[in-house]
């Protein structure tokens, strides 16, 4: 079983930053791929940031040179700095790993239990 913990949500000003942390635990041979999505209440959760295992990064329109997703492959952990942030970043957000259990064995994805960021006017 894979569990992944969440924490740096919380209440912030417009042009403010936070930090998310997500942290995987389990038995797992890889994590192929980290990502952090975010939801509002009656809304598709959407991508906002991914990174694979060599690096390579993804980010959605809205938050292109805002935001920066990064991980520690020893520490099995994504972060998420996001800057400048604005009204419109609030949301509850999710972390997800896809990971990998034997070599070219099938992939699974696992989700955090989201942590809420709201950004004040």
């Known amino acids: 079983q894979v569990q992944l913990v969440e924490s740096g949500g919380g209440l912030v000003q417009a042009g403010g930053s936070l930090r998310l942390s997500c942290a995987a635990s389990g038995r797992m041979l890889s994590i192929n791929r980290m990502d952090w999505y975010r939801q509002a209440p009656g809304k598709q959760r959407e991508l906002v940031a991914s990174?694979?295992?060599?690096?390579?990064?993804v980010y959605a329109d809205s938050v292109k040179g805002r935001f920066i997703i990064s991980r520690d492959n020893a520490k099995n952990t994504v972060y998420l700095e996001m800057n400048s942030l604005k009204p419109e970043d609030t949301d509850v957000y999710y972390c997800?790993?896809?990971?990998?259990?034997?070599?070219?064995?099938?992939?699974?994805?696992?989700w955090g239990q989201g942590t809420q960021v709201t950004v004040s006017s």
């Open positions: 990174i694979t295992s060599d690096g390579s990064t």
């Open positions: 997800r790993a896809i990971v990998r259990f034997a070599v070219a064995g099938p992939e699974y994805q696992y």
